[in-house]
Structures are given as structure tokens and as C-alpha cells.
């Protein structure tokens, strides 16, 4: 596989991801919030979960017109709007992690890590699976 095909699909992903979060934390707050990981045990905030969706759709957008032009100035521009999203998301869920049980921390901190290695690793593969318009 190419470097600009791999970059392409992983800009799809990311992009795919953040549409299924976005409309579900905007259509469906309560039951996104309702997810141990989400919810932490804090007090619900309706408005504060819908904002996260209409910001996750929004990123969605940059993401998803990054994967269609693959320009290196689109690509490095979504990316690293996502990966400032990805190590603040990372560190905000560090000091909240005693609120779950071993297994829902281990796997949260995994997937928000997984988030942050594989957006370096597009960013390193925009350098040459993109235009340099």
C-alpha cells in the first residue's frame, strides 16, 4: 500500500470516527454521557455533551476534506488539529481515571493513546503521501 493511500485511509478513519461520536453525543447526549468512560461520574450536562458532538462533526469536516483533496497543507492542517485534540483529550483523562474500574481505564487510556501514535504516524506519512499545494 502507498504512503498516500495509507494516509488517505487513515484521514477516512479519523474522520469516520468523529462523525459516529459527533452524532451521537448530539442526537443522543444522555446515553453517550451514560458511557463509564464518557461520564466519569460526574453530573450529566446535556449542553456541554451536545457541543461535543457539533465540535466532533466539525472536526470531521477538516478530516474529511483532508482525505479527499490529500494536499500536504489540508493534511497537515487536519492532522494536527486533531493531535492538539488528541493529547488534550489524553491528558484531561488522566487525572479522572479513578472514577472506573482497572479494565475501563486501561482500555480508555489505550484507545486515547492509540489516537495520539496514529495521528503522528499520518503526520510523518504526509511528507510524502501528499501534494505539496
Known amino acids: ?7 488517505r485511509a487513515g484521514l477516512a478513519f479519523l474522520a469516520f470516527t ?14 453517550f454521557f451514560d458511557i463509564p468512560v464518557v461520564g466519569m461520574g460526574m453530573a450529566y450536562n446535556e449542553h456541554l455533551m451536545r457541543d461535543y458532538g457539533a465540535m466532533s462533526l466539525a472536526s470531521a469536516v477538516v478530516l474529511s476534506l483532508a482525505a479527499v483533496q490529500m494536499t500536504r497543507s489540508a493534511t497537515r492542517t487536519a492532522l494536527l488539529m486533531y493531535l492538539v485534540w488528541a493529547l488534550a483529550h489524553f491528558a484531561i483523562h488522566v487525572p479522572l481515571i479513578d472514577h472506573l474500574t482497572p479494565a475501563q481505564a486501561t482500555y480508555l487510556m489505550i484507545a486515547l493513546g492509540v ?3 496514529l495521528t503522528c504516524g499520518l503526520l510523518l506519512l504526509s511528507k510524502s503521501g501528499t501534494e505539496s499545494r
Do not use: K, N, Y
Open 18 to 31: 468523529q462523525i459516529a461520536v459527533g452524532c451521537w453525543a448530539l442526537i443522543l447526549p444522555r446515553s
Open 1 to 7: 500500500m502507498t504512503a498516500r493511500v495509507s494516509l
Open 115 to 117: 489516537a495520539i501514535l
